[in-house]
Nanobody, 125 residues
Framework: VQLVESGGDLVQSGGSLRLSCAASGITFNNYAIAWFRQAPGKEREGVSCISIGDDFTAYADSVKGRFTTSSDNAKNTVYLQLNSLKPEDTGVYYC???????????????????WGKGTQVTVVS
């Protein structure tokens, strides 16, 4: 199983980025894919989640209305569109996959079996 993130960059505050997570080695439709991020000195936190089979999505309160997650099933890829970026969005963004998603608590790190290596997002003011 492999999850590969891409699309991280350095951007100005208010800018946009699109991150990609390409998955291989899993039956894509059977999984939920989440994005987590980790800022220096802080714990890894959940940002967004999409359940591929039923399009259920969830977002952290801090990104609602600014970030959007989507999937392209033909490409086994999940995207995270980041708009209206703020310096506090800076961090390494990881995608993770789970075959068992609990919709009431979608960002429990221990539920995610597979992780990518991350892509750096830096937002400067």
């Amino acid at each position: 199983v492999q999850l590969v993130e891409s699309g991280g960059d350095l951007v100005q505050s208010g800018g946009s980025l699109r991150l990609s997570c390409a998955a291989s080695g899993i039956t894509f439709n059977n999984y939920a894919i989440a994005w987590f991020r980790q800022a220096p000195g802080k714990e890894r936190e959940g940002v967004s989640c999409i359940s591929i089979g039923d399009d259920f999505t969830a977002y952290a309160d801090s990104v609602k209305g600014r970030f959007t997650t989507s999937s392209d099933n033909a490409k086994n890829t999940v995207y995270l569109q980041l708009n209206s970026l703020k310096p506090e969005d800076t961090g390494v963004y990881y995608c993770a996959a789970t075959a068992v998603l609990y919709p009431g608590y979608p960002f429990s790190r221990s539920d995610y079996e597979f992780w990518g290596k991350g892509t750096q997002v830096t937002v400067v003011s």
